[in-house]
């Protein structure tokens, strides 16, 4: 049998996944979780052979809630989880993938492709849903911007979001209004293949495009 802990904010959408899988032969429900940290309990205390897994969630995320049950269950017994969200945007299945997911499905999925992606990962193989590995291929194709790719000010809103502040905050310490600020961020998202501050910053750093420390 193959243990499964179901992971979603909703519970009409959480019945609906347990239903499914509790219909399906060689599928038990060992446990719910209604966020991140709920799930990293419970993955704990139930051991499931599979974690399906939100991405968004109220306080702590999908994306943490995977890294830490990776993490807080090091070695052949661990759990493997596999997303199962209605966002499929690069930031989102990377930062998933590098989290340590195994696999990646969307919600709209059809019921078999649920199952089989469950039993996939289970048995050590990668799931991805047609759409996100058609995005995964793309960004792995697509160029890597040279470091030179930020413009001086860029690097300076950039590097003031490292630091912590917000909009308002970068706007009086350059001297620009808020409005170009937002312009700022905008064109770094574009060029960096990103739409968050936190990836943005992540991945400036890894590309030495801000100092770190």
């Known amino acids: 049998m193959i243990r499964?802990?179901?992971?979603?904010?909703?519970?009409?959408?959480?019945?609906?996944?347990?239903?499914?899988?509790?219909?399906?032969?060689?599928?038990?429900?060992v446990g719910e979780a209604a966020d991140g940290d709920e799930a990293v309990r419970v993955a704990v205390e139930a051991s499931p052979d599979v974690v399906l897994m939100d991405l968004r969630?109220?306080?702590v995320d999908g994306v943490t809630a995977?890294?830490?049950?990776?993490?807080?269950?090091?070695?052949?017994?661990?759990?493997?989880?596999?997303?199962?969200?209605?966002y499929e945007s690069d930031d989102q299945i990377l930062a998933a993938i590098e989290a340590g997911a195994s696999g990646y499905l969307l919600k709209a999925a059809p019921q078999a492709e649920i199952v089989a992606g469950i039993r996939a990962v289970h048995a050590g193989q990668t799931a991805l849903s047609p759409a996100v590995a058609a995005r995964l291929v793309e960004r792995m194709l697509r160029p890597e911007p040279e470091a030179s790719v930020l413009t001086t000010r860029e690097t300076q809103v950039l590097a003031r979001v490292a630091a912590g502040d917000a909009n308002k905050q970068i706007a009086a310490r350059l001297g620009i209004g808020e409005s170009t600020v937002k312009?700022?961020?905008?064109?770094i998202y574009d060029k960096l293949g990103v739409d968050s501050r936190t990836r943005a910053v992540t991945l400036a750093l890894e590309r030495g495009l801000l100092p770190r420390g």
């Open 4 to 29: 499964v802990l179901v992971v979603d904010d909703h519970p009409v959408v959480r019945a609906g996944l347990a239903g499914l899988l509790s219909d399906e032969p060689g599928f038990v429900v």
């Open 57 to 59: 969630m109220p306080s």
């Open 66 to 86: 995977t890294a830490r049950i990776v993490a807080e269950r090091a070695g052949s017994a661990r759990p493997r989880v596999l997303v199962l969200t209605t």
């Open 183 to 187: 312009t700022h961020l905008l064109r």
